[in-house]
């Protein structure tokens, strides 16, 4: 059975730094992608940073435009994936959930909600002065 649970969401000051974790039960990762997706008040989930085990057996991480070079996404042996955001911004407020799935991914749909089939509950993260 997958399961998916998110930790770590607070209140961060603009600039500061927050680390999002995602535990998970059921997954393998030569068969599960996983990522991590947003949704604001008023807005469509978005996707923010997925990570998938290559042909080559090693680690592939995709972000979005918004994120890039501030956020970093890994995981653990525990199967554990972590999302690091620095410099995080007001528009970075939003609840921020985990998703994986077994689907075959083209690197497009990586960072498509509509791909997924397993979430977790989802978390608050604020950025406020």
């Known amino acids: 059975q997958v399961q998916l649970v998110e930790s770590g969401g607070d209140l961060v000051q603009p600039g500061g730094s927050l680390r999002l974790s995602c535990a998970t039960t059921g997954i393998t990762w030569d068969v599960f992608k996983t990522a991590w997706f947003r949704q604001a008040p008023g807005k469509k989930r978005e996707g923010v940073s997925g990570i998938l085990r290559g042909l080559d057996g090693r680690d592939r991480t995709y972000y979005a435009s918004s994120v890039r070079g501030r956020f970093t996404i890994s995981r653990d042996r525990a199967n554990t994936v972590y999302l690091q955001m620095n410099n995080v911004k007001v528009e970075d407020t939003a609840v921020y959930y985990c998703?994986?799935?077994?689907?075959?991914?083209?690197?497009?749909?990586?960072?498509?909600?509509?791909?997924?089939?397993?979430w977790g509950q989802g978390i608050q993260v604020t950025v406020s002065s």
């Open positions: 998703a994986t799935t077994t689907r075959s991914l083209t690197i497009a749909g990586v960072l498509e909600p509509d791909n997924y089939d397993f």
